[in-house]
């Protein structure tokens, strides 16, 4: 099946660690997000990217890294600069039509203990 | 600045009601609205959206929604609601033509619960 896949479901982290967010597409988009979602806060993008080896900043992108070295992936490094990682995070593609859908990913639930 | 605001925060329907959702955005330049909807444990996945032509649009499950460009909104609507329509709603905002980047702005998400 086609589609976004994001691991682990669940993650739990001690302050002070880095953590790695995995997002796989199978659709061969081009482009790529990954957005924060917080309660009453609806989503806010964190970083995009619209082509390999190419990527720029959303709206809250400190505390964040990336990297897309391949078409299919875009990982997300939360670092210990995040003040408050706790949240659930989505990723999403799409083609690069601006009129085209964005997928998203199941999402995963970042946890700092 | 670009924004997009929801009305509504949480909203209590009984099955059959009738439901609107308001959304109204504040950007530069041409767009294409989106209405998302986030089942409890399910993907976020589109409803609807409007790049051009018809301001009315049907989605799936009998939503639709009308751009009014005068007054900036994008309202989702449904004449009958059932408990299965349950869900978190997200109006989203993009610019349209060439060269934007697509990435979406989002409102803060309205909580939709449907009372058996």
């Known amino acids: 099946d086609g589609g976004i896949t994001q691991s682990p479901k669940y993650l739990f982290r001690k302050e002070g660690q880095n953590v790695t967010l995995s997002c796989e597409q199978n659709?061969?988009?081009?482009?790529m997000y990954w957005y924060r979602q917080d309660p009453g806060q609806g989503l806010r993008l964190i970083y995009y990217?619209?082509?390999?080896?190419?990527?720029q900043k959303g709206d809250i992108a400190e505390g964040y890294s990336v990297s897309r070295e391949k078409k299919e992936s875009f990982p997300l490094t939360v670092t210990s600069a995040q003040k408050n990682p706790t949240a659930f995070y989505l990723c999403?593609?799409?083609?690069?039509?601006?009129?085209?859908?964005?997928?998203f990913g199941p999402g995963t639930r970042l946890t700092v203990l | 600045a670009q924004s997009v605001s929801q009305h509504n925060h949480h909203v209590i329907l009984s099955e059959a009601a009738s439901l609107e959702l308001g959304c109204n955005y504040s950007?530069?330049?041409?767009?294409?609205l989106f209405w998302y909807v986030q089942y409890p444990g399910q993907h976020l996945q589109l409803l609807l959206k409007?790049?051009?032509?018809?301001?009315l649009v049907k989605g799936i499950k009998g939503f639709e929604a009308e751009f009014i460009k005068s007054k900036f909104s994008f309202n989702l609507r449904k004449p009958s609601v059932q408990w299965s329509d349950t869900a978190e709603y997200f109006c989203a905002v993009n610019g349209a033509g060439s060269g934007n980047t697509g990435k979406l702005i989002f409102g803060q998400g309205t909580t939709l619960q449907v009372k058996p």
């Open positions: 950007y530069g330049g041409t767009v294409n």
């Open positions: 659709l061969n988009h081009d482009a």
């Open positions: 999403a593609s799409t083609t690069r039509r601006h009129t085209d859908t964005q997928y």
């Open positions: 409007y790049f051009s032509g018809d301001p």
């Open positions: 990217s619209q082509i390999v080896n190419d990527f």
